[in-house]
């Protein structure tokens, strides 16, 4: 009888064994499944920050530029600003005539 009780719970072990193993391998492709995931998470995340580093550098550039513009606004408003530009390009208020100095030649 003690040789038919070793018969039997050898059998019950393999199978246990066997058990363990599909769970081991179960529990390593989820792993990895996971491990995967997380890389790619990772690798879109960094893309992400680069496109929002890029998008703050041009907001950057956008807003100094538009303050550029506002004070040129500012300074259109201002008549005598108009008339400094007005003589820049040759015009100038009726019977005002225009200066020019030539630097003499060596």
């Given at each position: ?38 890389i790619v998470q ?65």
């Amino acid at each position: 009888m003690a040789a038919h009780n070793a018969t039997t719970t050898t059998p019950v072990s393999v199978g246990a064994r066997r058990r363990l193993k599909l769970l081991l391998l179960v529990v390593a492709l989820f792993m990895s499944w996971a491990a995967y995931t997380l890389i790619v998470q990772q690798h879109h995340t960094g893309e992400r920050a680069s496109q929002m580093r890029a998008a703050k550098d041009k907001l950057t550039q956008v807003q100094q530029k538009n303050a550029q513009l506002q004070k040129e606004i500012e300074r259109l408003n201002d008549d005598e600003y108009i008339g400094q530009i007005a003589r820049q390009q040759g015009m100038g208020l009726p019977g005002e005539q225009s200066i020019h100095m030539e630097k003499p030649s060596p």
